[in-house]
């Protein structure tokens, strides 16, 4: 049965109503592919991405068993078998551009997306064609909502994408498809069970989510006791081929945790971070993210029980319909759940509130909104025709309230995430994309503040650089990534580019400890060109090469009267860093910055003459 079958055919195509609310459709639609391409950034981010080196350097060199070794090991604690397939094939066809990354992220969404409007053609009851575009218009919203923005702009995120479509395609293929008999459609929901649990730990939970689903096939009790029999035990050997050779890494090792004071504060605070998650996809209040979360969460824990009780019994053999139509929304919700729940137990630890400020837990979680919002529906609207006028104008009325609600709390969270892209996102990844290129300058094996300082430009694609030359230059050997080489120095350019400002004394250097703190400031520009310098490099004696960056950012008024250009409004730029990154003794710092345009580096004038003593306590 189609929803809604005869006014879909009457207003078809000529339908100025339809024509404005496929539009209304393609504005989240088109609205997330933009934020993609104007806030993504060509470079591979963090451990989990540069990991794939290994597998690339596998491929190139043909090394079958390597490779699968690649395929298996896990990463994190998560084994991404047919995620890492899409990352080489992606690389390899790109040279690891992180774009087709991104774009693959968003086709399996899109794709996603339009499984769930059939999937609600196909279960909605109301007879308003508005509610049931309105339901499927929020859907749309959340589906390619902004505060997905670090899975949006991080290429290795498709695994939680591709978990997302093998549940959704799974629960479809079990709602519909009458053609095909039960049997194959649970061997074809198993076929993406498995893709889903080797794409990510959390995969793993589809095979529970789909019980549901499953238990709404027709057939007799004994059939649907062997097929719920059947699917376990495909889940059971699911999860024991996952579980050779796996060593979990614990969340220590990446973050601090919290210290309880005792075993209901640590109840209290798993609980406290389960709820942020599930509100997350809505607020990023402190405070209200919790109470949302539990409405959220006491909605559809009330309809999966209305359901339940309301199910096909030995006494009541007919009540069929009610659980068919709810059943693809509860395996949805119930999915998510279990993601959170995953989640709550790997990642609690690390505090409540960090399940509301990251970002990356948000695609799995909007499932479960999705879920409720069509939950809701189908409850409200049940025994449509049967229901007097004033009680359908109230459901209908609260139905829509609360679609309003969510529309406007979701608007705000994405307009927040928005600038959170924009400040803490794209600028700095920006940065460390432009220093990565220049990697084969800095000199990352000698100098301790890219070591240790803890902002240096390629911090924000890497924790540390230890070992990073080498990895890059396996990359560059299987023709992967190109790095800048060959580059000039400029020492006595013709037009001023900037000075080194201070320390400046008389005698035009001065003397610090070992292990003292040199700051040194200035400003830098790149006269008559629209994009201006966002780092300057600093060089050591008559090196090729550079110990230390600063960030161009800070106010220069005084630089902007000087030039008489507004484009000169943040030229200024200081940085501190230890005496050890220096030689015993008088060492002559240079400052430079680099030209995309000409592709060389080109000197600021004046020079800073540091003689590191020898004596502690000169």
Same mark, same amino acid.
């Given at each position: ?25 393609? /504005? ?138 093998? /549940? ?303 990895? /890059? ?62 780092? /300057? ?82």
């Amino acid at each position: 049965m189609k929803l809604l079958e005869t006014q879909l055919e009457e207003t078809k195509n000529d339908s100025i109503f339809y024509k404005f609310i496929w539009i209304l459709y393609l /504005v989240p639609i088109l609205s997330t592919f933009w934020l993609i391409k104007r806030y993504g950034v060509d470079v591979p981010v963090w451990v989990d991405q540069w990991s794939l080196v290994d597998l690339f350097e596998a491929i190139a060199s043909i090394d079958l068993s390597s490779f699968l070794a690649e395929l298996w090991e896990l990463n994190n604690n998560h084994r991404m078998i047919f995620p890492k397939i899409i990352f080489a094939v992606t690389a390899f066809f790109s040279n690891w551009n992180i774009f087709y990354e991104l774009y693959w992220s968003f086709s399996l969404a899109l794709i996603s997306f339009f499984i769930i409007y059939q999937l609600s053609e196909i279960t909605n009851q109301t007879k308003s064609i508005f509610l049931f575009h309105a339901t499927n218009l929020i859907t749309c919203f959340l589906m390619f909502s902004w505060v997905q923005y670090s899975n949006w702009l991080w290429g290795f995120q498709i695994a939680l994408y591709l978990i997302n479509f093998c /549940v959704i395609l799974s629960i479809f293929i079990l709602a519909s498809f009458s053609k095909f008999n039960s049997q194959t459609k649970l061997k074809l929901a198993g076929l993406f069970c498995v893709i889903a649990s080797f794409s990510s730990a959390q995969g793993l939970m589809s095979w529970l989510a789909l019980i549901p689903s499953i238990s709404a096939l027709e057939g007799s009790p004994i059939q649907k006791n062997k097929r719920l029999f059947l699917w376990l035990t495909s889940f059971i050997f699911c999860g024991f081929i996952y579980s050779i050779q796996y060593n979990s890494i614990p969340v220590t090792e990446y973050y601090d945790i919290v210290s309880y004071n005792s075993i209901w504060d640590k109840f209290r605070v798993y609980i406290h971070f389960f709820l942020n998650v599930v509100a997350a996809p809505l607020t990023g209040d402190l405070i209200f993210a919790w109470i949302l979360g539990l409405i959220i969460t006491s909605c559809f824990i009330f309809i999966f029980w209305q359901s339940w009780i309301e199910r096909p019994s030995i006494r009541h053999p007919f009540r069929t319909v009610f659980i068919s139509e709810f059943a693809p929304w509860i395996s949805m919700g119930l999915f998510s759940i279990l993601c959170i729940f995953l989640m709550t137990i790997g990642r609690a630890d690390i505090g409540a509130d960090y399940g509301l400020v990251t970002s990356r837990y948000t695609s799995h979680s909007i499932l479960l909104t999705i879920a409720v919002i069509h939950l809701f529906g189908l409850h409200l609207f049940r025994s449509y025709s049967q229901l007097k006028q004033s009680t359908s104008n109230h459901r209908i009325l609260t139905y829509s309230f609360c679609l309003g609600l969510i529309t406007s709390l979701m608007w705000i969270r994405s307009y927040q995430s928005l600038n959170i892209v924009k400040t803490q996102i794209y600028q700095p990844t920006q940065i460390a994309q432009n220093c990565l290129y220049l990697i084969n300058y800095l000199d990352l094996e000698n100098s301790q503040f890219f070591q240790n300082y803890p902002h240096h430009c390629l911090i924000s694609i890497v924790p540390t650089t230890a070992g990073f030359s080498e990895q /890059v230059k396996r990359l560059q050997n299987i023709n992967l990534r190109n790095f800048a080489e060959d580059i000039p120095f400029v020492e006595e350019p013709d037009q001023i580019h900037g000075f080194i400002s201070s320390p400046w004394t008389p005698e035009k250097s001065f003397s610090v400890p070992p292990g003292g703190i040199v700051k040194i400031d200035g400003w830098a520009i790149l006269p008559n060109q629209p994009q201006q310098p966002q780092l /300057v490099f600093l060089s050591l004696d008559n090196n090729q090469s550079f110990f230390a960056n600063a960030y161009v950012n800070l106010p220069s008024p005084d630089i902007v009267k000087f030039m008489n250009s507004e484009a000169y409004q943040n030229s200024r730029w200081e940085v501190s860093f230890s005496a050890d990154n220096l030689t015993s003794g008088e060492n002559i710092i240079k400052a430079w910055i680099y030209d995309p345009q000409k592709r060389q580096f080109i000197k600021l004038s004046g020079e800073m003459q540091i003689t590191v003593q020898e004596n502690q306590n000169f």
